[in-house]
């Protein structure tokens, strides 16, 4: 996993935790990178897991409600940092469209050891959009959470659904998006 969301969820949790803490979290974890990540660096998915149920115990907050939280934040990192990939959208739909086919081409282009969940769109019929996740790596609460960004930032009247396809694994996802 690109160290890019290592750094964000670190800066995540200092926001919410003292530096103490946080120090505190990645010595209990012992992780084999140490906890020492820069964004351009890849490490193993299991570091992430075990920073997320360590910051949640911490935050006395569900994974799964943290996960999400974490995808709203990435969804402004993303914004600061990959601000073309926002221009010239117009609206949740248009950018989730967008996903597998020009935005994820691009962070191919540099990170090509990118491993990246999957993203398939319906076209909105009556106002809803279907959107297929999935991922080996079962961060569909990540994406819900960067959904639920995407809406606020276009300030849209959209209430999504998902479907764990997967057994609760949160693998294979449907997100059914509705315009109302």
Do not use: W
Not at 55 to 84: V, Y
Not at 116 to 129: A, H, Q, V
């Amino acid at each position: 996993m690109k160290g890019v969301i290592f750094t964000e969820l670190l800066m995540m949790a200092e926001s919410a935790l003292s530096p103490e803490i946080i120090e505190e979290v990645i010595a209990e974890a012992a992780l084999p990178s140490g906890g020492a990540y820069t964004s351009v660096g890849s490490y193993d998915f299991s570091e992430m897991q075990t920073l997320v149920a360590a910051f949640a115990g911490r935050l006395n907050t569900p994974i799964d409600e943290l996960t999400r939280a974490f995808g709203r934040h990435l969804f402004a990192a993303f914004q600061r940092s990959h601000s073309g990939f926002f221009t010239n959208i117009d609206g949740t739909y248009d950018l989730l469209r967008r996903v597998e086919d020009e935005i994820h081409v691009e962070v191919r282009k540099l990170y090509p050891q990118a491993e990246l969940p999957t993203f398939n769109c319906s076209e909105p019929i009556l106002g809803d959009m279907i959107l297929e996740y999935r991922s080996p790596r079962g961060l569909a609460h990540l994406a819900a959470g960067l959904i639920e960004a995407s809406i606020e930032h276009f300030d849209e009247s959209i209430t999504f659904t998902p479907k764990d396809l997967s057994g609760g694994h949160n693998t294979h996802v449907i997100f059914t998006l509705h315009r109302g």
